[in-house]
Each structure stands twice: as structure tokens, then as C-alpha cells.
């Protein structure tokens, strides 16, 4: 497949391109964050920077306005576009793309979710951006992409066919005897709006250090959805150009376009050795990383802790008030010797700056063995509540909520 790069005005360049030419454009453009974004790549020497900065939000949509009514030439009548966006514009930009495409062209207003790890601000924190798909005309291109089914999902809702009844409920359909009808040929669970896409690690091979890197897994998902091997790609803001890695992966062609000629040389260079992370989290799904031992969790029932999911030697952390150091607590397993069990505890809390580390003695017959345990910032309490409370007291680390 031939993936293209070129630099310059996306409004100049699409000019050029004849219309009803392109299946898909990705548009991923500035959010008018009033920002000069920048970030040094692995390298610690390349960096990469772009201005988000506007006069007005008036020149910001005149800016998007005159390069979206291209776009909508050059698609197909096939053709989708999907607009990518956060809160900083995403009301006007709806507003934009209505006013372009007609509101009935608008399909989906699709949210990309991902977890994120700290928020200064004093309102809920950010962690998703919005995507609008709007078609060309109605006779328009989609594939449907398949989730697996959520693990709630029983048996029969999986094997057995459903149709609509006389008033539109949906029920399950039965033959001529009344017996239900099996349909073993499903799929799963069509892609919904809610798209649960992690961000790219910092130390992902994929990552190169570009400000505002989308996950190629993301663009995957959306040319999938609307095209199919040999179709055209248009990404107008291409940056980094994970569109065109993305396309180049899946066999479609692709052209990226942006101003910058250290973007145009990072897109051409990955397109030379086009690379996809592989995303564990994507393929296991979010419930195989809660690890986190129900039998310590529960000899810890009405104390104020975090499950630890993926230590081997600590269980939890107590919520303290902030400024201070950690405590962390690991519950004796069953059969597991006091010794071990401080030493598993020991080891995890090494690098942590706790300010005491518990361990919750959960067989009372190895008493004896706290006068051999060798360490001495492990503190050993019975297993109830209770205990481990009048233990931090005496401690002088504080009282719990």
C-alpha cells in the first residue's frame, strides 16, 4: 500500500486533491488549548513542539471552517470523516459540522476513555476526548467491529436469537412450537460510543516523543470501522503520523499532511519501520489486573485502605492524611510462616519511605516467632481491626478517618 507524506497547509494541499476522492479523513487539529506544546523525545535531545495558540475562538473555527468544507468535497459518497476533539471546542466544533455536513449526516458522537494518574485542578479529572462521525450522504461505508461480551452476560443471552415484538421490546424468538431459537453464530457485542482505549505507556516502543501521540490502536479502530483494504485515508494534521502507520498496517493508502517539517520527517521515518505496540490491557481486559488477595482484603474489612493489585508483598495502603509517609500493610497468608511473610513485606517496602509497615498476624500459633523476625520496621498486630488502630496510636502516626 503507498502511504504518503507531505508538507504544508492542509487547506492548500486538499485543494489540490480531485473531489469525491478519499474514504476516510481523520482530523485531528489543534484544540485551541492556548498552548505552545512540546516534548523531548527518548533521546533526550529531539523535540518536538506545536502552537495551539489563537487570537480569538472566532479565528480558531474560521481556521477549522474553510479546511472542513474541503474536506467534505474531496470524500466519497461513501465517505465518513471523524473529527477529534476535546471540551476546549467540542460544542462549537459540533456546531461547525452540522452547519457543513447537515445535521443528518451526523452518526455518532464517540468518546475515547482512558485512565489517567494525577488532577491539580478542582473539578473531576479530564481522561477522555470526543470524536464526531458525520458521513458524506447516507449511503455510506461501515463495517462493524465486535467487543467481547461484559463477563455479567449469562449463557443464554449469548446463544439464544432475540427479535422485536409488535411494540418494539426486545424478546426472544421461537419457532413454530414455541421452543426459543438458538444462534450460535454471534459475534459478540457491536463497538458501542464508548471507546476504552488505554494511552500510550511512556515507555512504549510506539511512543517517539510527539505532543498529543494518539495510540495506533485507536486509529485501527476508526479506519476498520469505515473502509476496507485498498481504500484512501486522508489525515490533514498528520503529526507524529500514526494515522498513515495505522493505514499502512491495516493495507489501506493514506496521505498525511502538516506544516511542520519535523513532524513530516518523524512520520516518514516511522512509516519505514511501522511498529504497533501490543497493549496487554487491551487484550486481557481491565479485570485480569485486579490481583488483590479477598482473604487479606477481608481481614482488613473497616479500616480506610487501597488494594495494592500487583505487589507480592504488600496488600494494601492505609489512607492517611496527606503529607505523610505510607503505611503499608501485608496480611499473613495461610500456611505461610511469620518469618516470610515479614520478609515479603520487608522487601516490597524497601524503596517505599513507609512510615511502619504492618503485618497482620492471622495465625496466632506462630507467636512465638515475633522474637524472630529480623526486622525491625515490620510491626506485627492481630488481624482485627481494632488492633491495628490502637497499634498506629501508640506509633504516633495518626488517627484514621
Given at each position: 500500500?503507498?502511504s504518503n507524506v507531505?508538507?504544508?497547509?492542509c487547506l492548500?494541499?486538499v485543494r489540490d486533491l480531485p473531489?469525491e476522492?478519499?474514504?476516510?479523513v481523520?482530523v485531528?487539529?489543534?484544540f485551541?488549548?492556548?498552548?505552545v506544546?512540546?516534548?523531548?523525545?527518548?533521546?533526550?535531545?529531539?523535540?518536538f513542539?506545536?502552537?495551539?495558540r489563537?487570537?480569538?475562538?472566532?479565528?480558531y473555527?474560521?481556521?477549522?471552517r474553510?479546511?472542513?468544507r474541503e474536506f467534505?468535497?474531496?470524500?466519497?459518497s461513501?465517505?465518513?470523516?471523524?473529527?477529534q476533539?476535546?471540551?476546549?471546542?467540542s460544542?462549537?466544533?459540533?456546531f461547525?459540522?452540522?452547519?457543513?455536513?447537515?445535521?443528518?449526516?451526523f452518526?455518532?458522537?464517540i468518546?475515547w476513555h482512558?485512565?489517567?494518574?494525577?488532577?491539580?485542578?478542582?473539578?473531576?479529572?479530564?481522561?477522555?476526548?470526543?470524536?464526531?462521525f458525520?458521513?458524506?450522504?447516507?449511503?455510506?461505508?461501515?463495517?462493524?467491529?465486535f467487543?467481547?461480551?461484559?463477563?455479567?452476560t449469562?449463557v443464554?443471552?449469548i446463544?439464544?436469537r432475540?427479535?422485536?415484538?409488535e411494540?418494539?421490546?426486545s424478546i426472544?424468538?421461537?419457532?413454530?412450537?414455541?421452543?426459543?431459537l438458538?444462534?450460535?453464530h454471534k459475534k459478540?457485542?457491536?463497538?458501542?460510543?464508548?471507546?476504552?482505549?488505554?494511552?500510550?505507556?511512556?515507555?512504549?516502543?510506539e511512543r517517539?516523543?510527539?505532543?498529543t501521540q494518539?495510540?495506533i490502536?485507536?486509529?485501527?479502530?476508526?479506519?476498520?470501522?469505515?473502509?476496507?483494504p485498498?481504500?484512501?485515508?486522508l489525515?490533514?494534521?498528520m503529526g507524529?503520523?500514526?494515522?498513515?502507520?495505522?493505514a499502512e498496517?491495516?493495507?489501506?493508502?493514506?496521505?498525511?499532511?502538516?506544516?511542520s517539517?519535523e513532524?513530516?520527517?518523524l512520520?516518514?521515518?516511522?512509516?519505514?519501520?511501522?511498529?504497533?505496540?501490543?497493549?496487554e490491557?487491551?487484550?486481557?481486559g481491565?479485570?485480569?489486573?485486579i490481583?488483590?488477595?479477598q482473604?487479606?482484603?477481608?481481614c482488613?474489612h473497616?479500616?480506610p485502605v487501597?488494594?495494592?493489585?500487583?505487589?507480592?508483598g504488600?496488600?494494601?495502603?492505609?489512607?492517611?492524611?496527606p503529607?505523610?509517609?505510607?503505611?503499608?500493610i501485608?496480611?499473613q497468608?495461610e500456611?505461610e510462616?511469620?518469618?516470610?511473610a515479614a520478609?515479603a513485606?520487608h522487601?516490597?517496602?524497601?524503596n517505599?519511605?513507609?512510615?511502619?509497615?504492618l503485618?497482620i498476624?492471622?495465625n496466632?500459633?506462630?507467636?512465638?516467632d515475633l522474637?524472630?523476625?529480623?526486622h525491625p520496621d515490620?510491626v506485627?498486630?492481630?488481624s482485627?481491626a481494632t488492633?491495628?488502630?490502637?497499634c498506629l496510636?501508640?506509633?504516633?502516626?495518626?488517627?484514621?478517618?
Amino acid at each position: 500500500m503507498a502511504s504518503n507524506v507531505h508538507q504544508g497547509d492542509c487547506l492548500d494541499v486538499v485543494r489540490d486533491l480531485p473531489a469525491e476522492s478519499v474514504d476516510l479523513v481523520y482530523v485531528d487539529p489543534p484544540f485551541f488549548t492556548q498552548k505552545v506544546h512540546s516534548l523531548v523525545a527518548r533521546d533526550r535531545e529531539t523535540s518536538f513542539q506545536f502552537s495551539d495558540r489563537w487570537e480569538s475562538r472566532l479565528q480558531y473555527l474560521e481556521f477549522l471552517r474553510s479546511r472542513v468544507r474541503e474536506f467534505r468535497r474531496v470524500l466519497k459518497s461513501t465517505g465518513s470523516l471523524y473529527f477529534q476533539c476535546d471540551t476546549n471546542a467540542s460544542h462549537h466544533i459540533r456546531f461547525l459540522l452540522d452547519e457543513t455536513f447537515g445535521e443528518p449526516m451526523f452518526r455518532s458522537e464517540i468518546i475515547w476513555h482512558y485512565r489517567r494518574w494525577s488532577n491539580s485542578q478542582r473539578n473531576p479529572m479530564p481522561s477522555h476526548q470526543t470524536i464526531f462521525f458525520y458521513t458524506k450522504t447516507d449511503n455510506y461505508q461501515y463495517y462493524q467491529q465486535f467487543d467481547d461480551y461484559s463477563p455479567s452476560t449469562n449463557v443464554d443471552q449469548i446463544l439464544q436469537r432475540r427479535r422485536r415484538d409488535e411494540h418494539g421490546k426486545s424478546i426472544y424468538a421461537r419457532d413454530g412450537d414455541g421452543s426459543v431459537l438458538q444462534d450460535g453464530h454471534k459475534k459478540g457485542v457491536p463497538v458501542a460510543d464508548v471507546w476504552d482505549i488505554p494511552l500510550l505507556n511512556p515507555k512504549a516502543k510506539e511512543r517517539v516523543g510527539y505532543p498529543t501521540q494518539k495510540p495506533i490502536l485507536l486509529l485501527e479502530r476508526i479506519i476498520a470501522l469505515v473502509t476496507v483494504p485498498g481504500d484512501f485515508v486522508l489525515d490533514p494534521f498528520m503529526g507524529s503520523g500514526t494515522t498513515l502507520v495505522a493505514a499502512e498496517l491495516l493495507g489501506r493508502n493514506a496521505l498525511g499532511i502538516d506544516i511542520s517539517g519535523e513532524a513530516v520527517h518523524l512520520a516518514t521515518q516511522r512509516l519505514q519501520h511501522p511498529f504497533k505496540t501490543s497493549s496487554e490491557l487491551m487484550q486481557l481486559g481491565r479485570e485480569t489486573y485486579i490481583q488483590a488477595d479477598q482473604r487479606a482484603m477481608a481481614c482488613l474489612h473497616g479500616l480506610p485502605v487501597i488494594p495494592v493489585q500487583r505487589s507480592r508483598g504488600i496488600d494494601a495502603i492505609l489512607k492517611m492524611p496527606p503529607g505523610g509517609n505510607p503505611v503499608l500493610i501485608r496480611v499473613q497468608r495461610e500456611g505461610e510462616g511469620l518469618s516470610d511473610a515479614a520478609d515479603a513485606l520487608h522487601h516490597a517496602g524497601q524503596n517505599k519511605q513507609p512510615a511502619t509497615l504492618l503485618l497482620i498476624v492471622t495465625n496466632s500459633e506462630q507467636r512465638e516467632d515475633l522474637f524472630q523476625i529480623p526486622h525491625p520496621d515490620v510491626v506485627c498486630v492481630n488481624s482485627t481491626a481494632t488492633n491495628v488502630r490502637e497499634c498506629l496510636a501508640n506509633l504516633g502516626i495518626g488517627k484514621l478517618d
